[in-house]
């Protein structure tokens, strides 16, 4: 059974940091490219961030030079490191494996 178990979300100010991860367990966590993907009130889920399972990145343009993804195959974790936060990324952040989703993780940005 694969589960992906997100984390690390909360309250942040416009302008802080949050590192998200994602505990992966029940699939062949280093054949598969992982993603983040968030979802924000009214709006359609949209891809933050990619990783392969060669470790190369590919980001959504808005976050380029602020967000980070990483992975560590021997733990099974995805992260994702986020810089600079603004209020209108404020959603729920989701991890995913092909085929699968975790439950998400609130993140909100706001004073």
């Known amino acids: 059974q694969v589960q992906l178990v997100e984390s690390g979300g909360g309250l942040v100010q416009p302008g802080g940091s949050l590192r998200l991860t994602c505990a992966a367990s029940?699939?062949?966590?280093?054949?598969?490219?992982m993603s983040w993907h968030r979802q924000a009130p009214g709006k359609e889920r949209e891809l933050v961030a990619n990783?392969?399972?060669?470790?190369?990145?590919q980001y959504t343009d808005s976050v380029k030079g602020r967000f980070t993804i990483s992975r560590h195959n021997t733990k099974n974790m995805v992260y994702l490191q986020m810089n600079s936060l603004k209020p209108e990324e404020t959603a729920v952040y989701y991890c995913?494996?092909?085929?699968?989703w975790g439950q998400g993780t609130q993140v909100t940005v706001s004073s």
């Open positions: 990783i392969s399972s060669l470790g190369i990145t």
């Open positions: 995913k494996a092909p085929d699968y």
């Open positions: 029940g699939l062949d966590f280093e054949r598969y490219s």
